[in-house]
Every structure is written in C-alpha cells, then in structure tokens.
C-alpha cells in the first residue's frame, strides 16, 4: 500500500510544465502533459519513476492521442505545434477549435487565446420585452441558409427595429442562423448583436444556385456586444449568426442544451462539456443617421476608414462602400467626401 500511493505521488510530481515533452524520450521521468503523462505511468511505472524512454514515448503515441494541452510554446506566441503551455487556455482555446491542438498553433490560436483567455465566461443574456424568440430548436436546422443541400434559404425575417433572441451550437450539422433584412428599409440599417459566446455576424447576399457572397464578416468576442451601420443598395440581404473566431469557424465547444426527442440521449450518457452560454440577442434598427466615409460602421470617420478607402481606389463593381457619390469609382472626390465627414458621426 505504501509503494502504491508513493508511486501515485511520484506521477504526479513528474508530470508537468517543467518536464520535456511526452513525444521525445529524455533524462528523467515523467513528461510535459499531465494527462498523456498519468495515462501512460498508471500502465508503466517506469516512465515516472526512473526515466521517461523510447518505450515510454510509444506508450504515449498510443494512449494520448486526443490529450494536445500542455504543450511547449507560450498560448500567445504562434508556433509550429497544436496546443501552448498554459493548460487552462489551451483547453479552452482547443476545446472550441480543434486545429490548435492537433494542427499549429497560429495566429488564429494567439487571437483566440488573446480574446478569451482572460475574460468572462458567465454572462446570461437577459432579453427585452418584446424580444422575439428565434423559431428554431437547437436540435433542428429550420434557418440555416442553403444547409443540407437546400435549394432556396431557409431563413428567418427579422423586422425593422426587433430583437432576436437565439441559440447557435456547433451540434453537427453545425448551427447557423439565417435572417432576412426586409428590403423595405428606408436608407442605411444597424445591427447590434450581444452574444454569450464567441460569435461572428455575417451579411451575405445571392442565392443557394450560387453564388452566396460575404459582403462583410465581424467578430464579437464571448461577452460582449457590438454596433455596425450598413448602407445596402437594393436587393436582398441576410444576417447571418454563427459561433466563430476572426477568420474560422467554431465546429466544437458549444453542444445543444435541448434534448432530441427523436434522439434521446441514454441514461448514463454524459453531457459533453461546455463553457460558454448558447444565447445571443440580435437587433436590427432602419433608422440610422447616414454617415458618409464610415466605411467600417464603427460610427467614427478616422484613419481606418482612408485605409479602406485607398485599398479600394479605382473602378469599382456591385457593394462599394468607399464610392461615396455613387460613380461607380473610388477617387479624389471620395477622398474629399470623407475628409468632410471626418471625426466622430451624427
């Protein structure tokens, strides 16, 4: 019994950041990560008693498959390897997107990490009155565009000045929700979205024959909430909700709190876990002030909105909103509309 829970305690002591990684045989026991690490000393004593070799390194190719976190390399820092040496964000950070533990850890992963690794993840959406309550189950896929092979989009229309309050999860197929802008809008429109989880607002236009065009794409950080103004020409318009990052997609991390009739789970199936809240509030105002050079919608006219402007400089076809006069050219007299708006909008 004494050797038992002395061993137990060695394992544990050898088991950690300090140790070299468990995919390379080193002077020493145990390994990097604790969990690949416990797995593979509970079969060989060994590995975390004496030294931590070739044998213990195949052990661990074997048994560890699935553990990424910890792993060298610092969880804001990009480096070539999935997963980053602070175990409690790369969990978090992996569990949501699968590519920084069995990819690299990218850019992506830092802005994740950046973005999440420190802030709330308890923040219950509390609706308006009046709050609408989007029609879709979390188990159902009655609003998700042109998913499942649909042949024309299957959305949701949200009116001018109402809230949506929602659910997205990434239950596969994943949960994206679709809303069509009604095309009575009088001038430019304002969406507000406040999410519990990390989301990504789309406006996107076209139809499921192709192609479907992304007319812009923001993040809002788990917790938090943001403004846009858009200034759309005629035609027809969705919003699109979804769980993401600025530049992927969340295919994890969130699953579906609602159970299935259809598919119950059984009686000792275990939830799969969860860190953030599911719900998101999504509002759409037809009332905006027009603010001419706001090519960003962040109600400022300043150096961000030039960028823009100069990156579009030229002819220009379909969505161009650095044509401010409507020429069909970005050009000098943009330029100047934008230097005369320049400064915080009405």
């Known amino acids: 019994?004494?050797?038992?829970?002395?061993?137990?305690?060695?394992?544990?002591?050898?088991?950690?950041?300090?140790?070299?990684?468990?995919?390379?045989?080193?002077?020493?026991?145990?390994?990097?990560?604790?969990?690949?690490?416990?797995?593979?000393?509970?079969?060989?004593?060994?590995?975390?008693?004496?030294?931590?070799?070739?044998?213990?390194?195949?052990?661990?190719?074997?048994?560890?498959?699935?553990?990424?976190?910890?792993?060298?390399?610092?969880?804001?820092?990009?480096?070539?390897?999935?997963?980053?040496?602070?175990?409690?964000?790369?969990?978090?950070?992996?569990?949501?997107?699968?590519?920084?533990?069995?990819?690299?850890?990218?850019?992506?992963?830092?802005?994740?990490?950046?973005?999440?690794?420190?802030?709330?993840?308890?923040?219950?959406?509390?609706?308006?009155?009046?709050?609408?309550?989007?029609?879709?189950?979390?188990?159902?896929?009655?609003?998700?565009?042109?998913?499942?092979?649909?042949?024309?989009?299957?959305?949701?229309?949200?009116?001018?000045?109402?809230?949506?309050?929602?659910?997205?999860?990434t239950r596969v197929p994943r949960d994206v929700d679709w809303f069509r802008i009604p095309d009575t809008r009088d001038g430019p429109v304002v969406v507000r979205l406040q999410t519990e989880f990390p989301a990504r607002m789309l406006i996107v236009t076209g139809s499921c024959e192709g192609p479907i065009s992304v007319l812009d794409r923001r993040p809002v950080d788990p917790c938090s909430s943001d403004e846009w103004v858009f200034d759309l020409p005629d035609g027809e318009y969705h919003l699109v909700v979804e769980s993401g990052a600025d530049g992927r997609s969340l295919r994890s991390g969130l699953p579906c709190d609602e159970i299935d009739p259809k598919n119950p789970p059984d009686d000792d199936e275990e939830p799969l876990p969860r860190t953030y809240g599911l719900h998101y509030l999504l509002e759409l105002s037809c009332t905006a002030v027009p603010c001419p050079g706001d090519l960003n919608g962040d109600r400022i006219v300043d150096g961000v909105d030039l960028g823009l402007l100069f990156a579009a400089w030229g002819d220009c076809t379909g969505v161009c909103p650095a044509d401010l006069d409507g020429d069909g050219t970005v050009d000098g007299q943009d330029l100047g509309g934008l230097f005369v708006g320049w400064g915080d909008c009405p």
């Open 1 to 169: 019994m004494v050797s038992l829970f002395t061993s137990a305690v060695q394992a544990q002591s050898d088991c950690g950041p300090d140790r070299p990684p468990c995919d390379e045989p080193h002077d020493g026991p145990g390994c990097l990560q604790p969990q690949c690490c416990e797995l593979v000393c509970k079969n060989d004593a060994f590995c975390c008693e004496v030294v931590w070799d070739e044998t213990c390194v195949e052990q661990a190719g074997e048994l560890c498959g699935d553990v990424y976190c910890p792993d060298l390399g610092g969880c804001l820092e990009i480096h070539d390897t999935g997963g980053c040496l602070d175990e409690t964000c790369c969990e978090l950070v992996r569990m949501h997107d699968p590519f920084c533990g069995y990819g690299t850890w990218d850019e992506i992963c830092v802005a994740e990490a950046e973005s999440w690794c420190a802030g709330t993840f308890e923040c219950p959406i509390v609706p308006p009155p009046g709050a609408r309550a989007e029609g879709e189950p979390c188990y159902e896929r009655f609003n998700d565009g042109c998913g499942g092979g649909a042949i024309e989009i299957n959305a949701e229309t949200i009116a001018c000045g109402e809230f949506i309050y929602g659910k997205t999860t």
